[in-house]
């Protein structure tokens, strides 16, 4: 079974400044997709990166980046150069080689101060 | 291009009422998921279709939830009869047939319907 996990439940970050969101994630399938959504107060889900286990560089979107480290099963966010609109719910996702299984995090609240 | 359609956005209902949620995926989109949030648990997987076939439906609570996907562009999640620790935000996603329609298989979130049962 797949599983993810997300150890930090609470950030803050100062504006301008970059944040390391941790995501350490468990399965026995040679080939699975990692994805980072974000989730704001107005409660809708965005897609952010995503990072595919065969892809030899680490996935990046703007001021996304993945740190994929796929020997220590760990798929990192980093955000750089952080905005008072990065202030949300952030959560990791797995999906299996097949797509049918796709499990979440319980995700990290991101609080970015002025 | 419109995106996944949930509906209602909200509900309210007393105990022991049928609730019925409903999900227009995007069109050409084959897989489609079911989700319940909520603090205590988070984003749940309640079960999954593709090409509007029922593969896993293992996170499904009990025998009072049920989910229907009659044709590729509609869904229900029903649950009957409901009861309070049923409050949750229900969301439904759908993504494109993985490695042909897309090689990233993210999924398209709804809005979300916000039940609340009293």
């Known amino acids: 079974a797949q599983k993810i996990t997300q150890t930090q439940p609470g950030m803050f970050v100062q504006e301008k400044e970059a944040v390391t969101l941790d995501c350490t994630y468990d399965t026995s399938d040679p080939s699975y997709g990692l994805f980072w959504y974000k989730q704001p107060s107005s409660g809708e889900m965005i897609f952010l990166i995503y990072q595919g286990s065969y892809d030899q560089q680490n996935a990046t979107e703007g001021r996304y980046s993945l740190n994929f480290q796929k020997a220590r099963k760990s798929a990192n966010l980093v955000i750089s150069a952080s905005q008072l609109g990065d202030s949300a719910m952030y959560f990791c996702?797995?999906?299996?080689?097949?797509?049918?299984?796709?499990?979440f995090g319980p995700g990290t609240r991101l609080s970015v101060l002025p | 291009d419109a995106g996944v359609i949930q509906s209602p956005r909200h509900e309210v209902t007393e105990m022991g009422q049928e609730v019925t949620l409903r999900c227009k995926p995007i069109s050409g989109h084959n897989s489609l998921f079911w989700y319940r949030q909520t603090m205590m648990r988070g984003l749940e997987l309640l079960i999954y279709f593709n090409n509007n076939v029922p593969i896993d439906d293992s996170g499904m609570p009990e025998d009072r939830f049920s989910a229907k996907m009659p044709n590729a562009s509609f869904s229900t999640l029903k649950i009957q009869p409901s009861e309070p620790r049923d409050s949750a935000v229900y969301f439904c996603?759908?993504?494109?047939?993985?490695?042909?329609?897309?090689?990233?298989?993210?999924?398209?979130f709804g809005e979300g319907s916000r039940l609340t049962v009293l």
């Open positions: 996702a797995m999906r299996d080689n097949y797509g049918q299984n796709f499990v």
């Open positions: 996603a759908s993504r494109p047939q993985l490695w042909t329609g897309s090689n990233t298989g993210e999924l398209f």
